[in-house]
């Protein structure tokens, strides 16, 4: 990515240019989204994190050292506005997965059983789960990004896999 | 195939709306970020608790439990005020309630935003504390400065409201919490002393 892929001559509180705006934006916005759609649960609020993130990326003026300053920074901030809509007066009602319309068409069905068996995690299990085994973090680098210890965090994956072990049998695999 | 391929496989199905990252692309730099007024009293963090490193645990079902918080305020001078909260939950009520042993300080939770006063002078937050029925995480507070718009203050994201550096502080289990705050106020971890 032009620009972020290595340090940049850049102060903090110096803008981005548009380019390297737009070529972040593009590049992340499906992680920020995925991010926002394990707390939300919905396409619609998950969209709205993404708009949140990527203006605070604008008017941040940060200074990122590398693809991974701007990528953990994007995820921390994804996590923090997915939080603060959801601690909002107008979203404290959860709405169950079945219930909702947002569940992408998938062609098989471990895919499918997976989703819901994700979706039906506790919302610290799914975030923990999502960035341990999509976003490839180590447990270290998660407690770092949620602020809690690394032992709770490997607690809360142990408790995860177990869940969807028990729920995905034969699907998803004792490692 | 294995349990990260399958899931990698899975949640790559879920994208972004094209229009609305376009119009976030579109809009950017028309939206000024609310920031904090500097002269306002402010609250600086609210860790989170003590108890997710203590590894006591409290849940929705335990009736009356009492857990442990540090909040750090800041005046308006640059002085930081250390607050050892302890939270009360009640089944029964359904009321959740944090009262600070500190002075002049005093916030109590419903399901409501809340208000908190320090030194006279009062401001509103939204405080969401979660409490899950397994109850190994329960005690992560987050405060937002204003519950509509503000900047959200909490043991992550404290947004440069702080300054880095090793805090020492005790819970009211007489614990020593050494609270680490690095990344330019962004992470602030707290944990028992070795």
Redesign the interface.
Known sequence: MKGLSHKTSKKDGE?MT?EE??AV??KY??S???IA?NYCKN?AD???V??NV???L??SGKNFESEEHIRNWLI??A??ES??L????FK?HAVPIDELSDK?A?ENR??SD??DA?MNL???YRIV??MY??EDYSVNEIS??????S??IR??LS?ARNRLRDQLQG???D? | MSNKELFKQTFSELHASEDKVMEAIKMKGKKNIKHFPAKKIIAIAACVGTILTTGVVANAATDGAIMDNIIWFVNSNGEKTQLNTSTEYSEKTGEKIITASGEDFQLKMGEKDCEITVDGDTHSYGVGYEIDSDGDTAGEMTITQDPDNEEMLDGIDLDGYTTDGIYKAKNNKGQDVVITVEDNGKSVNCKIAE
């Open positions: 803008r548009d705006f737009n934006a593009l916005s499906d920020i989204f995925r759609f396409r998950s969209d709205d993404v708009q990527l203006i605070k604008y008017n921390r901030v996590i923090n939080k603060k959801l601690i909002s007066p404290k992408p998938f471990e895919q997976l989703f994700v506790p919302k610290k789960v999502y085994y999509y770092k990004m949620l602020g809690a210890n032992s709770t607690t809360q408790r699907v998803w695999t490692e």
